[in-house]
């Protein structure tokens, strides 16, 4: 069983086998509508499949929220380099924990969107790049690889086509910015994982240099629904431009957490009330990140709001990837923001000078203050910093550093001036971190 | 250096992943899973991946020091890693890895003196809706209290016994 029940409030396309005996299976699959969205795709054209995904709506699931259909139709098909498709499955977003339970529990979705994905572009050889912390999923996958080759959906010259495809798994080694499409490619390729600068965009010169279809596990795996559905049955399951539904996972101070399918413009304060089933303890919301640890957080009585991109963008934030993460009333703003610069100083790749450079000292200014040692004029300081580092980088770690950041600063001043008020504290070593 | 007979089929698998002339890509794969055997990575296994991918072991080693989960050095035969980032530190992340450490002892990337356990505080492991979320080698442990963590870290020792 996954890990949460399913909530009567949810739309399941892509989770819908979560609960199945066997849901990873060939078998279950199969007999679950598995694989029919590939036959019909190798009776379609490359370009009407394109064309069903634009209809759909379909947006990437990993952060950005590119329309997939677009991302799709920049591969240059007729070129005479080997093409490639790969899976981001280098989940690391703080908040993010879909793509887990998406490998975990319908491993055959998400092969067969790449299969549609290989045909498309005229790839012949698919990674998917696993984290190296998800080891289980290393091994899930190759068994369902397995099966995939057994029963002719992977290899050569397959259905009596001239589609050849190849499938194998890719490890991480502990990298948050590997998640970054450039540096995921950089680290596939056995090299430090720092990005690239752009363009020449990941389609054109991708994997070894190669066009390259790249996208996250979750849109991978939506892939299948939209051609079995078709593209506007599809976008009808959304709002408009955010076709679909997406994995939303729910964590920190509701009564029951988890990963939730919804259709894209559910209601945030539905999210919070009736999938996660109110706060914990009966305290008051305070405030939410929409979308993983690099969303700028909104406040309570800004939360009443659809959860799709279009919405939090006008917001001023991101439905990112998904990790919608709650706090009440009781949550330390100012220790919410040191931790998270912790998290991106820790993991910038030290390639770009503002990021760099940026998130250590943002970490320090913030620690000064969460030791109640803070400047007055830190807190301009510390919205002055964020703001410089915003663009000024080959890849958005520095944005998703100083974003939530800048949000925190000037949403919640006045519990930094608290902090200013309440001078200093005493330091408690095992709370002093590297 | 000779691999065990797994490790040398796990290998030889490895660099048929990748298309000819790109083996290098099995650089981190082969890191990773070599070290889960030997323990860390060694200067023989270095020389050793280097040889098989047809780089330099300098270019392996510039590799390996940046990702957190290679190591030169051993860890402690059950490697500890508490999260503390977001999801985790509203849900008693922090308070569970300021257990652990008063426990055991030991702090951030250290091992307890008989080498059985080794603590890290480690960043987002993707399990935040079943926060506070812990793993241990590879395994995961959702929805942590301290008494579970106690209980774990005792039911490791007996697992050594």
């Known amino acids: 069983m996954p890990y949460n029940e399913p909530h009567p409030a949810e739309v399941r396309i892509i989770s819908k086998r979560f609960g199945l005996p066997n849901s990873a299976s060939i078998d279950t699959y199969l007999a679950n509508e598995g694989y029919q969205a590939l036959d019909k795709a190798l009776g379609m054209t490359p370009d009407a499949i394109i064309d069903e995904l634009k209809v759909s709506n379909l947006r990437g699931r990993g952060g950005a929220g590119f329309p997939t259909g677009l991302k799709w139709s920049f591969v240059p098909r007729t070129s005479p380099k080997p093409k490639y498709v790969m899976v981001n499955a280098d989940e690391s977003e703080p908040g993010t924990c879909k793509d887990r339970l998406l490998m975990e529990f319908d491993p055959h979705q998400l092969l067969e969107g790449m299969m549609i994905g290989a045909y498309v572009i005229g790839a012949q050889r698919g990674y998917i790049y696993i984290r190296g912390e998800y080891r289980y999923l290393i091994e899930i996958m190759d068994r369902a690889i397995e099966e995939a080759y057994a029963r002719g959906y992977l290899g050569d010259k397959l259905h009596g086509t001239d589609f050849t495809f190849h499938v194998r798994t890719h490890t991480g080694a502990g990298a948050y910015e590997c998640g970054e499409e450039s540096a995921l490619l950089e680290s596939f390729e056995g090299k430090r994982g720092i990005p690239r600068i752009r363009p020449p965009f990941p389609a054109v010169a991708g994997a070894y240099a190669s066009p390259t279809l790249l996208n996250n596990v979750e849109t991978f795996s939506s892939v299948p629904a939209v051609l079995r559905m078709g593209g506007p049955a599809y976008a009808e399951l959304g709002v408009p431009r955010n076709g679909g539904t997406r994995m939303l996972c729910l964590s920190g101070h509701v009564n029951t957490p988890g990963v939730y399918e919804v259709p894209l413009g559910f209601p945030m304060m539905r999210v919070v009330n009736e999938l996660g089933g109110g706060m914990r303890a009966g305290k008051k919301l305070k405030a939410v990140v929409p979308g993983g640890s690099s969303c700028p957080l909104l406040k309570a009585e800004e939360c009443d709001i659809p959860m799709d991109y279009d919405s939090l963008a006008k917001a001023k934030s991101m439905l990112g990837s998904g990790g919608m993460i709650v706090m009440d009333e009781d949550t330390d703003m100012v220790r919410v923001a040191l931790r998270i610069m912790r998290f991106y100083q820790h993991e910038s790749c030290g390639w770009c000078i503002p990021c760099r450079e940026g998130t250590t000292w943002l970490k320090k200014l913030l620690t000064r203050f969460v030791d109640g040692m803070g400047q007055p004029n830190d807190i301009v300081m510390i919205g002055d910093l964020a703001k410089n580092m915003l663009g000024r980088t080959f890849c958005p770690l520095g944005d998703a550093a100083a974003m939530p950041t800048i949000a925190i600063i000037e949403k919640f001043r006045d519990e930094f001036e608290a902090y200013l008020a309440d001078g200093p504290k005493p330091r408690r070593e095992e709370l002093v971190y590297a | ?161």
């Open chain 2, 1 to 161: 250096m000779t691999l065990s007979p797994a490790l040398e089929a796990k290998f030889q698998k490895l660099l048929t992943n990748y298309p000819e002339g790109r083996q290098r890509s099995a650089m981190i794969p082969m890191l990773l899973f070599a070290q889960d055997e030997i323990g860390s990575v060694t200067p023989e296994l270095i020389q050793e991946v280097a040889k098989r991918i047809g780089t330099q072991p300098l270019q392996v080693e510039e590799v390996m020091t940046y990702y957190s989960m290679l190591h030169a050095k051993p860890w402690g035969k059950y490697h500890v890693q508490i999260c503390t980032n977001v999801s985790c530190m509203l849900t008693g992340g922090e308070q569970l890895w300021e257990h652990a450490c008063e426990k055991l002892g030991i702090g951030h990337r250290q091992a307890t003196p008989d080498g059985l356990i080794s603590l890290e505080e480690v960043e987002c492991i993707g399990a935040c809706s079943w926060a506070p979320a812990i793993q241990v080698n590879y395994d995961f442990h959702h929805k942590v209290t301290p008494e579970k963590l106690d209980q774990l870290l005792d039911s490791l020792r007996t697992h050594a016994v």
